[in-house]
Structure formats: C-alpha cells, structure tokens
C-alpha cells in the first residue's frame, strides 16, 4: 500500500501562529491529496482536494500545497478552533490510505 | 444539504458478520452520479477505508479486507449497506458512512460524512 508520511505527528502553538504539517507520499500521487480535520467526538471535515483547492466554508487562514511525493498543509494564523487533528488522505493509488495524524495542541 | 446516518448493532459477537446501513437524506443516491464509502477508526488510532460503491453498484474494496466485505446500494430507499463477515475484536472501531467524488479517480475523496456509529466486537 501507499504510505504517507506526516510530520510532525503533534504539535503544540499559540493562538496566532503559523503552523505547518508536511505529509510525504512513498510513491508519486501527482495531486491526488486531500486534507481533513477531526476534532474530538467528530466525523473528520474536509479542508483541502487536489492538494490545494480549499472546501466550501472553509477559513482561507487555512492552505495546502504540493505535488508528487510532498505536500503541506498551512494554518497562516491558529485560531482557537483549529485545535484538532489533521489527516491527509491519498486517493491516487489503490487502496486509499490516509495519514497517521497529527495533532495541533495549545500551547 | 445532505446529510449521512450510519445505523446498525452497537455491540457484535466475534466471529459473527458485522452490519451497518446509512441513510441518505438531502439528495439522492440513484439520480445522482456519486459514489459512497465506509471509512473506520479504532478508539484513539488512524482512519481506515473500508470501500466504496457507485450509484450504479461496482464497488471497490480494500484488499486488507476484501474476502470479507460487501457494501451494497439500495436507491429505492436512498441507502447503501456495509457487511464484514467473521470480525474480531481488533475490528472494534467508530465505523463511519461518506460520499466520494463523482470520477472514478475519486471514489474515496469523502466530502461529506455521517456523525458515525460505534461498533464493539466483544462476547
């Protein structure tokens, strides 16, 4: 299968800051990528498709880039809400697998 | 706006099949050109494909599972179904229903998801 790679698997930020999450694919996935957020309790949110394009509603605080074998997710400002987990999710090879997660804790 | 609710038996036996439905409310599964996934989650790990269906009923499964499930659609009543025969308690997970893309490239690029339902395999 697939594995993708994401990094790091947590971090802590504060209200404000710029947070990055890298998420590495083992083979190229041109830019069959999508980002998700799940808080606690919840079903996961899509963010992200086609590694940039942001989701309906979605805060434009929020953006993704990359193709091939690396992409990242940015919070440009971390709001009290983006406190969650976050998955990426590749559907170019089958089967689809997802991230390990990383989650983003307050400081 | 659409809307997902997976349903089913909370708790399932070892060895036994486990079976959920999700009900489409919203939209519609037969007139619409989607495709539909099961996606699940152990209590605190990762998330898991399960499978995925078409409106029009091919399917596509993971192969880590694949002898074992069938996802079915019934358009009529707007739902599709998930079955896992002979689970064990490593299966013990937040099972959650989606609806992918309209491509076959995006069968599993879940936009909208149900609340999910929580499933126990234990004696």
């Known amino acids: 299968d697939m594995q993708l790679t994401q990094s790091p698997s947590s971090l802590s930020a504060s209200v404000g800051d710029r947070v990055t999450i890298t998420c590495r694919a083992s083979q190229g996935i041109r830019n069959d990528l999508g980002w998700y957020q799940q808080k606690p309790g919840k079903a996961p949110k899509r963010l992200i498709f086609a590694a940039s394009r942001l989701d309906s509603g979605v805060p434009s605080r929020f953006s993704g880039s990359g193709s091939g074998t690396e992409f990242t997710l940015t919070i440009s400002s971390l709001q009290p809400e983006d406190f969650a987990t976050y998955y990426c999710l590749q559907h170019n090879s089958y089967p689809p697998t997802f991230g390990q997660g990383t989650k983003v804790e307050i400081k | 706006q659409l809307q997902l609710q997976e349903s089913g038996p909370g708790l399932v036996k070892p060895s036994e099949p486990l079976s959920l439905t999700c009900t489409v409310s919203?939209?519609?599964?037969?007139?619409?050109?989607?495709?539909w996934g099961w996606i699940r989650q152990p209590p605190g790990k990762g998330l898991e494909w399960i499978g995925s269906?078409?409106?029009?009923?091919?399917?596509f499964y993971n192969p880590s599972l694949k002898s074992r499930v069938t996802i079915s659609v019934d358009s009529s009543k707007n739902e599709f179904s998930l079955k896992v025969t002979s689970v064990t308690a490593a299966e013990t997970a937040m099972y959650y229903c989606?609806?992918?893309?309209?491509?076959?490239?995006?069968?599993?690029?879940?936009?909208?998801w149900g609340q999910g339902i929580l499933v126990t395999v234990s004696s």
């Open positions: 269906i078409y409106y029009s009923g091919s399917t």
């Open positions: 989606a609806r992918g893309g309209i491509l076959t490239g995006d069968y599993a690029l879940f936009d909208d």
């Open positions: 919203g939209g519609s599964i037969g007139s619409s050109s989607f495709y």
